[in-house]
């Protein structure tokens, strides 16, 4: 048979086990706090980019690509003649951007691609590029798509995509 003295001592233990469990739970629901604080933070920082030697505070960098890209400001059509691989096209990725780019052209109709340009670095520029075939006179839509990477190249970042009008004569 217990005793009551047995019962105290036993409901204090159980006490006493019960505050060592809230307070571990405690410090385990703020070390969460703590860390999703420290990934938000360097979400933010990796979102908004890191300020690079000689770059002012009002040179404010162009994070990912974007349809506020110059790229994407200047071109709506292109023609070019029947018969021929090679056009002028200005693909440029912007000196005050942070990532690398790639740069596609492909039929919005079929998604056959056009066009695939190496990594493209920051101020850096393509003036013509070489289509993958012929295309019959007409007119066609096609995907300018402008890929963008992590300065070092290895993880894609974002895709952002403009339909513009391809002509060929």
Do not use: H, W
């Not at 200005?90 to 780019?101: H, I």
């Not at 790639?102 to 190496?118: H, R």
Request: hydrophobic content about 45%; overall charge negative.
């Amino acid at each position: 048979m217990i005793d009551s003295k047995e019962i105290a001592i036993r409901a204090l233990r159980l006490a006493e086990l019960k505050s060592a469990q809230r307070k571990r739970r405690r410090r385990k629901a703020n070390l969460i706090i703590a860390a999703s604080g420290i990934v938000a933070t360097a979400a933010i920082v990796a979102i908004l980019g890191v300020l690079q030697p000689g770059m002012k505070i009002e040179d404010e960098p162009i994070p990912l690509a974007s349809p506020e890209m110059p790229i994407f400001q200047g071109i709506e059509s292109i023609t070019i003649p029947a018969g021929a691989l090679e056009m002028k096209i200005p693909l440029e990725n912007p000196e005050n951007s942070s990532c690398n780019v790639i740069f596609e052209l492909i039929l919005a109709d079929t998604g056959e691609v056009l066009y695939i340009s190496e990594l493209t670095p920051p101020g850096g520029e393509i003036g013509s590029i070489i289509l993958t075939r012929f295309l019959e006179k007409g007119e066609y839509e096609v995907l300018l798509n402008i890929r963008a990477y992590e300065p070092n190249g290895s993880n894609e970042l974002n895709v952002t995509s403009k339909i513009i009008n391809l002509n060929v004569d």
